[in-house]
């Protein structure tokens, strides 16, 4: 049966004595979309996941995967998802099938059905030789591969990522995403993703921002660094009160970092060679780049107040 929305939530919070962990959040995620949860530590990113996947309930407010509760049908939930938390669950002195294995009877797969789902996701992950190898004896992203391995035997309709490359070297992180965007094509899950590394997320359907629980700002990610910026301006600065009143009736207010400026430039069509020569002695170094994800986060989520970032 298909459902339009894989993810809602409705006035979904979550308190801890006085302390609100996530604050009547309001999600309708599309079924098969890719969406993230984008936010610092302590934001709420977890414990919104941890929610939706029953792992706590929460204080007030409902959710609802694949249109049943958490609340009302927290076993289907727990059958309908996939989790890859933030730590392994998986046991390093166990082999890779022993710990599939081991996952799937949790899931209460046939023994033929879970070697058939075993050996197509190894195939995948490119992990076939390593299947009778201790996790140990694996780098660090094939253990993560075995992780999401894990995580999607049971062919969950909702899979939730929390900060699945963390700790990763850049080609582990690339290898990660193929792999999950292979899955992504070939199954048609919904994919749950909390990052700390916002270039990720990029690949998006669509992200939100969470500050202190409450839902912030959000939308396609290229879309949002389109109507960011057509260009990041960063200065160092000898003065940065002479820049700042050289270029802020121009580009606005700058986030400031010592002696750093940092502008949002609208115009496509601005001269920077010539606006670096107009400020002569006053520039240490300059450079201009095309806006990112970090950008639309540290313009949009926190955007300077009083023109000082300390």
Known sequence: MAFKFAIQ???LTKQYGQAVAVNKLDLNIQSGQFYGLLGPNGAGKSTTIHMLTTMTSPTFGDAFIAEQSVRDNPVAIRAAVGLVFQDSALDRMMTVDENLQF??????LKPQQANERIDELLTI???EKKRHMKLVA???GQRRAVDIARGVLHKPKVLFLDEPTIGLDLPNRRA???????LRKEEGM????????LEEAVACDRVD???KGQLQYGGAPNALIRDLAAYILEIDCADTEVVNRALGPQFGEPIWEDEHLTFRVKDKDVDFSALQRSLGDAVIAMQWRK???NDVYLWTVCPPQTGVVS
């Open 190 to 197: 919904t994919v749950f993703l909390t990052t700390h590394y």
């Open 176 to 182: 990660i995403w193929r792999f999950v965007e292979q």
């Open 9 to 11: 939530t409705s006035g």
């Open 291 to 293: 806006p990112n994800l």
């Open 125 to 127: 992950f490119g992990l």
């Open 209 to 211: 921002f969470i500050q």
């Open 138 to 140: 694996l780098s660090g």
């Open 103 to 108: 996952a799937a009877a949790l899931y209460n």
